[in-house]
């Protein structure tokens, strides 16, 4: 049976699918798995070993001139390519009109969720059949419930496994030279609001370098750069590494003792490699769509506003400030005040312990 995955974006989203592609696995042994999914995410889905092939799309870049992209040799050819194959079954896991006008371009029976249960319900347009699953449940689970039920099998639900082949994630790398003891800090997030202090991120940094960690510092942009070279400063013990392929985070991730993350798909990565993970939420709620797995911790804000889900601060009570080295600052965004380095460490110490 060739089955057709259509789940392009976003990285924490696409990561979430991968257990729904474990329960498949292990409960059809006929499934072949192919999978379109966004260029910049096209290292994903390929760590699983029942994904056969990865088909990249565009649709970011496209976007910016629909007509003019609609007539391009690059959308022609992968038109070409994406219905030449006929597939028994294509699930769009995503429940967008982007994902479901990329379902209906296949060849195949198209599956998606219900009207009434997914973000923009136009989507179900472009399905043959729908499920209904409920809101309440959890990112991962809805997609698990919606493979089981369009592929017709049943999962445990308190198991999860995302399936992942270390050997492919460290096949493409160089091998990586470990400290003793180090931490991964996943610092970069999309919206403004979601980063935590800056400061608080320098204080965490020397905290943990005491204790005898050694400290990793991704970045994907030059926003990221200057954060991380700002938390690494006076500390020989804190690394900012070279810009990274996500195969190459997840190396550096998996080799590390743990994780502490924002509200960020990265972290989501950490989740899938079931590495003790401390999450840290503000205007957000991990409820529905947090890291999802084992060895997870969520910190969440106790601020009264949160989680208010706004990418702009609408705040308006007091300042919340403290002081550091002899110099006060702002809290901003003043929900990220619930949970301090000192708290955090504390908490991760704990994490760690347990796993």
């Not at 070993?49 to 007539?71: C, D, E, F, H, S």
């Not at 270390?166 to 470990?178: A, T």
């Not at 070279?242 to 998996?254: C, E, F, H, T, V």
């Not at 110099?327 to 955090?344: K, Q, R």
Request: glycine share 8%; charged share 20%; proline share 5%.
């Amino acid at each position: 049976m060739r089955v057709l995955i259509v789940k392009v974006s976003s990285l924490g989203d696409v990561i979430h699918t991968l257990p729904a592609v474990t329960d498949a696995q292990r409960a059809r042994s006929d499934i072949q798995f192919d999978w379109v999914v966004e260029e910049n995410f096209v290292e994903v889905p390929g760590w699983h070993p029942a994904v056969q092939n990865v088909i990249p799309v565009a649709l970011r870049r496209w976007r910016g001139n629909i007509v003019k992209t609609y007539m391009s040799h690059e959308f022609r050819a992968f038109k070409r390519a994406f219905q030449g194959v006929h597939y028994d079954l294509v699930i769009d896991a995503q429940g967008l009109i982007k994902s479901g006008f990329i379902s209906r371009l296949s060849k195949g029976l198209t599956v998606g969720l219900s009207n009434r249960t997914i973000r923009e319900p136009m989507a179900t347009l472009f399905y043959n059949k729908v499920y209904s699953v409920p809101w309440t449940e959890h990112a991962v689970d809805r997609v698990r419930q919606l493979f089981s039920r369009a592929l017709q099998y049943e999962y445990d639900p308190d198991q999860i496994d995302y399936g992942i082949d270390l050997s492919r994630i460290e096949g493409s790398q160089k091998k990586l030279e470990r400290s003793s003891k180090q931490l991964v800090f996943l610092h970069g997030t999309t919206w403004q609001t979601k980063h935590w202090p800056e400061i608080y991120w320098r204080q965490l940094a020397q905290i943990s370098t005491e204790a005898g960690y050694k400290v990793l510092l991704p970045w994907g942009n030059p926003e990221e750069k200057l954060r991380a070279e700002y938390i690494a400063q006076d500390n020989e013990q804190v690394e900012v590494l070279d810009k990274q392929s996500l195969s190459g985070l997840a190396q550096y991730i998996q080799q590390s003792d743990g994780v502490i993350a924002v509200d960020t798909g990265l972290g989501h990565l950490a989740a899938a490699l079931a590495k003790p993970t401390v999450s840290l939420y503000g205007p957000t709620d991990p409820g529905l769509s947090g890291t999802f797995g084992n060895n997870q911790l969520h910190l969440n804000s106790t601020l009264n506003c949160a989680p208010c889900v706004k990418k702009t601060c609408s705040y308006s009570g007091p300042g919340v400030t403290e002081k550091y080295a002899g110099d006060s600052f702002t809290i901003t965004p003043p929900c990220f005040a619930s949970h301090g380095p000192i708290e955090v460490w504390q908490q991760f110490q704990s994490l760690l312990e347990k796993s």
